[in-house]
């Protein structure tokens, strides 16, 4: 018997199709063309292709939409309806590619794989995200802050700062991961120079100058947080110094016989006990519109400092401390008395207000008015220029009380309790102008110890 064996065709596998790339491409996707990747690279596509690398990133979550099946990579913002059909979106966690491109060569593509993969076992992001400065401070990192507890005013300064002077023009286009310690100092040189609405505007001061590259600071480093950036260009940029006030500078306050003056002028205005607690509690403008009479212990002689009243938008907001500590200043029997005398008068002006008299704030306006923080200070500029006094801000009341205290020889952390600063590096930097006094009275004190000392040697 013989065997014939056909060795021209395999049952398997049609005529025509045996080694005919051709015959099989077809539509060809990333997911049927094994052929087309081996070891993560690409090979090009088209006479005109280049080679490309992909990278597995891992489980990461999503969202997905359930009518148009888009799906959106979760980043700080949540979205709340698909950005291409409007749709529903479910929370998935799903496999995660980067692909890079524009390799000449496999080398290259190779080579730059490699890399890729050291950064990702170093924590440096590789996914490249089609993103600006802009949108990342407009539509993710402010809407992220809204969340996070942030006292209202603190949150108004960024959106400010975004608004008016980083969010614009050329920088406000710049992807964000390309953005460089170059692009920085360039965009900073040009609002000192021209401000943020072009060559008409006056230069920026120095002190906006930082609160706009805090704000920057802060949003890149919750940037490099989420892995949008492997670090921070706006670190280690040097700035013109801030203030005065907040680097030592000798700030504007009245001796006390100019504040003693002052209030005796004003004892017949309807806010001299406001001016009178001002200054002898040195609290902030907000913090005393926002007193209440159940914050006064008037039998003690203490009062209880939780909360302060600023405008925000054109309305009343009511808010934390600047500290967000809330801290108790003892008053003096002057003070006491004053404010007996506010309590007394104020039942009888605020008898016809029952919602003024229910809310108990301690300063109000004619009945019962709330009392706008910058008419406040408009209505004290008044009565210095009526008292022939050296001008005087209202929050040098402030100073005042600080500047008198440290001259009188009260500690400095005394001083700084009573002011609600942080820490007494603060109270010591704003108020330094007044340390060459004390450092002479100490060094005459210690001079007459030692001589006490070495007396009483002799002596026996």
Request: aromatic share 4%; with cysteine; charged share 25%.
């Amino acid at each position: 018997m013989h065997l014939t064996l056909d060795c021209r065709t395999s049952p398997s596998r049609p005529r025509g199709s045996r080694r005919n790339p051709k015959a099989r491409r077809g539509n060809v996707t990333a997911k049927n063309d094994s052929g087309r990747m081996r070891g993560g690279i690409r090979r090009p596509r088209g006479p005109h292709g280049t080679w490309s690398f992909v990278i597995n990133l891992g489980p990461r979550p999503s969202q997905r939409c359930d009518q148009c099946g888009h799906r959106e990579w979760l980043r700080r913002v949540r979205l709340t309806a698909c950005p291409k059909c409007g749709g529903s979106l479910r929370d998935t966690t799903e496999r995660r590619q980067q692909v890079s491109g524009g390799f000449p060569t496999k080398i290259a593509a190779l080579k730059a794989r490699t890399e890729a993969l050291h950064d990702l076992g170093l924590g440096v992001p590789v996914v490249h995200e089609n993103i600006t400065v802009g949108k990342w401070l407009t539509e993710e990192w402010l809407p992220s802050l809204e969340l996070s507890g942030l006292r209202a005013t603190t949150l108004d300064g960024y959106r400010r700062s975004v608004r008016l002077h980083l969010a614009v023009g050329a920088f406000g286009r710049i992807p964000l991961q390309r953005l460089s310690r170059e692009h920085i100092i360039a965009h900073h040189i040009w609002l000192r120079d021209q401000g943020a609405r072009g060559n008409s505007a006056r230069p920026l001061a120095a002190n906006t100058m930082v609160h706009i590259h805090a704000t920057l600071h802060r949003a890149l480093r919750d940037a490099v947080r989420v892995n949008l950036l492997a670090r921070n260009p706006a670190s280690d940029i040097e700035l013109p110094k801030a203030g005065n006030e907040a680097r030592g500078a000798k700030v504007n306050a009245w001796r006390d016989a100019e504040l003693a003056a002052f209030l005796a002028a004003t004892a017949d205005d309807r806010l001299h006990a406001l001016w009178h607690v001002l200054a002898m509690t040195g609290m902030r403008r907000g913090e005393a519109l926002a007193l209440r009479w159940d914050d006064i212990d008037l039998e003690r002689g203490r009062v209880s400092i939780s909360k302060s009243r600023v405008r925000l938008e054109g309305r009343i907001i009511e808010t934390t401390t600047k500290t967000d500590r809330a801290r108790v200043v003892q008053i003096d029997p002057g003070t006491v008395a004053v404010l007996r005398a506010l309590a007394k008068a104020q039942l009888d002006e605020l008898a016809d207000c029952p919602q003024a008299l229910e809310e108990r704030l301690v300063f109000t306006g004619q009945s019962g008015s709330t009392l706008l923080p910058p008419s406040v200070s408009a209505l004290f500029a008044k009565s210095v220029a009526k008292a022939a006094l050296p001008k005087l801000s209202l929050h040098g009341l402030r100073h005042t009380h600080a500047s008198l205290l440290l001259q009188a020889g009260v500690p400095a952390k005394v001083v700084q309790e009573r002011l609600g600063h942080r820490s007494i590096t603060i109270t010591m930097d704003i108020y330094s102008h007044v340390t060459p006094g004390m450092d002479g009275d100490a060094a005459l004190v210690f001079g007459r110890l030692v001589a006490s000392a070495a007396d009483a040697s002799l002596a026996s």
